[in-house]
């Protein structure tokens, strides 16, 4: 089998042989092969369906304000900060994998930004209308009205989900506007969090998570599609530490124990303790006439 990402022949990993559903505690069993080349992870085999890992996943569920709130609070870390960015016009900001629409909600005050919402594993009876926000499960819709017209394009905890991550990029470039952003936010396979707990690290997810990339991966596959990176940036999760721990004691996520520990997380996350960041964001651009033409210029 061969890297998704760089092409290179892959190793099963005997660290990521046998994983377990440790979060949902279904009874899929799945392993990892690693890259030696750009160090990727990713499942072997990939699973050709995957409906069935979301069938009681939590972040499409409707949620209670309070847990809303909390999780506005701890659980966006590293997500794509629409404010820094200058906005003019009709600012199209498309959440890819928008889960429960908790990431556009939070920006639902900006009357300049037209949000959208995309989720496949979300049954929206219609596309949804909220005060300028729309949701859809239709690809179809965001091909036929935002062609070329998305500023910003987020996955924030959805590259990681992908069977045909190539696939994917091909559609949402055809809808990134020549100077727009695609804001990737991943959990880190080279962070220090991943390599003491392995397995039982909460940001490997098995089986939802198929593939976990590192940023030199990255940077191979996105080229012949048509991307260069132009910024990465490693932030703290608050909920790792303490549901990597839950898992490691008890075999499984333990609400009551992740929510005794979630205190002293958010305090090393305030702390900005470089060694504890376990999650990576990328920004992405188009390759387009005009960059080629200054590189040219450059050299």
Same mark, same amino acid.
């Given at each position: 089998?061969?890297?998704?990402?760089?092409?290179?022949?892959?190793?099963? *990993?005997?660290?990521?042989?046998?994983?377990?559903?440790?979060?949902?505690?279904?009874?899929?069993?799945?392993?990892?092969?690693?890259?030696?080349?750009?160090?990727? @992870?990713?499942?072997?085999?990939?699973?050709?369906?995957? *409906?069935?890992?979301?069938?009681?996943?939590?972040?499409? !569920?409707? !949620?209670?304000?309070?847990?809303?709130?909390?999780?506005?609070?701890?659980?966006?870390?590293?997500?794509?900060?629409?404010?820094?960015?200058?906005?003019?016009?009709?600012?199209?900001?498309?959440?890819?994998?928008?889960?429960?629409?908790?990431? %556009?909600?939070?920006?639902?005050?900006?009357?300049?930004? #037209?949000?959208?919402?995309?989720?496949?594993?979300?049954?929206?009876? /219609?596309?949804?209308?909220?005060?300028?926000?729309?949701?859809?499960?239709?690809?179809?819709?965001?091909?036929?009205?935002?062609?070329?017209?998305?500023?910003?394009?987020?996955?924030?905890?959805?590259?990681?989900?992908?069977?045909?991550?190539?696939?994917?990029?091909?559609?949402?470039?055809? @809808?990134?506007?020549?100077?727009?952003?695609?804001?990737?936010? #991943?959990?880190? =396979?080279?962070?220090? #969090?991943?390599?003491?707990?392995?397995?039982?690290?909460?940001? @490997?997810?098995?089986?939802?998570?198929?593939?976990?990339?590192?940023?030199?991966?990255?940077?191979?596959?996105?080229?012949?599609?048509?991307?260069?990176?132009?910024?990465?940036?490693?932030?703290?999760?608050?909920?790792?530490?303490?549901?990597?721990?839950?898992? %490691? %004691?008890?075999?499984?996520?333990?609400?009551?124990?992740?929510?005794?520990?979630?205190?002293?997380? =958010?305090?090393?996350?305030?702390?900005?303790?470089? /060694? /504890?960041?376990? #999650?990576?964001?990328?920004?992405?651009?188009?390759?387009? /006439?005009?960059?080629? @033409?200054? *590189?040219? %210029?450059?050299?």
């Amino acid at each position: 089998m061969n890297c998704l990402f760089c092409g290179d022949e892959i190793e099963n *990993d005997p660290n990521y042989s046998d994983c377990r559903d440790y979060y949902l505690q279904s009874p899929t069993i799945v392993s990892y092969a690693h890259c030696k080349k750009c160090n990727n @992870l990713q499942q072997n085999p990939i699973p050709k369906n995957i *409906d069935s890992f979301y069938h009681a996943y939590p972040i499409h !569920k409707k !949620k209670h304000p309070l847990f809303s709130m909390i999780r506005n609070f701890v659980g966006q870390s590293g997500y794509c900060d629409v404010k820094n960015k200058f906005i003019q016009g009709n600012f199209v900001v498309i959440d890819y994998g928008c889960g429960d629409g908790s990431y %556009l909600r939070s920006l639902q005050k900006n009357k300049k930004l #037209i949000l959208i919402g995309y989720d496949k594993f979300k049954s929206w009876s /219609t596309r949804e209308n909220e005060t300028n926000i729309i949701f859809t499960s239709d690809k179809f819709f965001l091909k036929n009205n935002f062609k070329n017209k998305a500023n910003i394009i987020t996955l924030h905890h959805v590259f990681e989900h992908l069977p045909n991550p190539a696939e994917v990029m091909t559609e949402l470039r055809s @809808l990134l506007a020549d100077d727009g952003i695609i804001y990737i936010l #991943i959990p880190s =396979i080279e962070s220090l #969090i991943a390599s003491k707990f392995k397995k039982r690290w909460h940001g @490997l997810d098995a089986p939802r998570h198929l593939h976990l990339v590192t940023e030199r991966g990255l940077r191979i596959f996105l080229a012949p599609l048509g991307f260069f990176i132009t910024k990465t940036e490693k932030h703290y999760f608050s909920n790792d530490i303490p549901a990597s721990i839950s898992s %490691l %004691l008890f075999g499984k996520f333990n609400n009551i124990f992740f929510y005794m520990l979630l205190p002293i997380s =958010i305090l090393f996350g305030w702390a900005k303790i470089k /060694t /504890t960041r376990s #999650i990576i964001s990328f920004e992405i651009k188009k390759i387009t /006439t005009d960059k080629i @033409l200054r *590189d040219n %210029l450059t050299c």
